[in-house]
């Protein structure tokens, strides 16, 4: 009698174990992707520095001139904030050209409209995006920027994975941050290389300048975009990718 009671639970108890839940710690859009092995910065400001500052050092125009913008390119610009780089990606790409503003802080979208009608900036958009998904229309862009934001990405895979499919033939990402860790606004080259490798780009350049207070890298989708079950995540500590 006693093994048959334990006859009955056993498929009770694999019934259980097979139907686990959905992750409803994590946004929708991010479950069935792998969480990030690394810590997240706060999102502190959506101004990065003055303005001002960053003219004096030449910073956009420096990563302009890398990324190859010029008039007629089309341009997402990712954790937009204030409009640095929209408004001067904007002057760059000309009538032609396009840019859309994109962040997940809808205030600061607000913000940034303003100033967009207020200086009659024709060839700009926006767009409020997840922090899982930046939203963006598939087969769009020529360029996609993600400028001192990448390190506050907490779903960087899911994140990736979604962005990829928004970029055209030929199309590039271009990453600008700082080589220090994660929870301190940067990310450590090696562990940037990795993940986006794990979700299908290559790197096609790099380089440090002092304008930037950091890095620049691009890179472009490479192959079939992976399934999120096949994404092997990165190690914090290394940057290299995770052995099962």
Same mark, same amino acid.
């Given at each position: ?14 019934? /259980? ?35 001002? @500052?960053?003219? #004096? ?40 050209? *396009?840019?859309?503003? @994109? ?14 009608? *207020?200086? *009659?900036?024709? #060839? ?14 598939? #087969? ?27 970029? *055209? ?28 490798? /794990? ?42 990718? @995770?052995?099962?």
């Amino acid at each position: 009698m006693i093994r048959r009671a334990a006859a009955l639970v056993l498929p009770l108890v694999l019934v /259980a174990c097979n139907s686990a839940e959905p992750d409803v710690s994590r946004a929708e859009g991010a479950r069935g992707f792998p969480r990030a092995d690394r810590p997240i910065s706060k999102v502190v400001s959506t101004e990065f520095s003055t303005e001002d @500052q960053r003219d #004096n050092l030449g910073e956009a125009q420096v990563v302009m001139d890398l990324a190859a913008i010029r008039a007629g390119t089309t341009v997402a610009d990712i954790g937009a904030g204030e409009g640095y780089y929209t408004v001067r990606l904007a002057e760059r790409v000309g009538s032609k050209g *396009r840019v859309l503003a @994109q962040d997940i802080d809808g205030e600061a979208m607000q913000r940034l409209g303003q100033r967009i009608v *207020r200086e *009659r900036l024709d #060839n700009v958009s926006i767009k409020v995006g997840a922090p899982e998904d930046p939203r963006l229309p598939q #087969n769009s862009f020529d360029r996609i920027f993600l400028v001192h934001m990448y390190h506050e990405v907490a779903e960087p895979y899911a994140f990736l994975w979604h962005l990829r499919p928004a970029l *055209r033939q030929g199309g590039q990402v271009i990453v600008v941050d700082a080589d220090r860790a994660t929870d301190k606004h940067g990310i450590p080259p090696s562990l940037l290389f990795c993940e986006f490798n /794990a979700v299908g780009f290559r790197l096609v350049e790099f380089v440090r300048k002092p304008e930037l207070k950091g890095y620049y890298a691009q890179f472009e989708a490479v192959g079939p975009r992976p399934a999120a079950k096949d994404i092997k995540p990165c190690t914090a500590a290394k940057g290299k990718t @995770q052995t099962p």
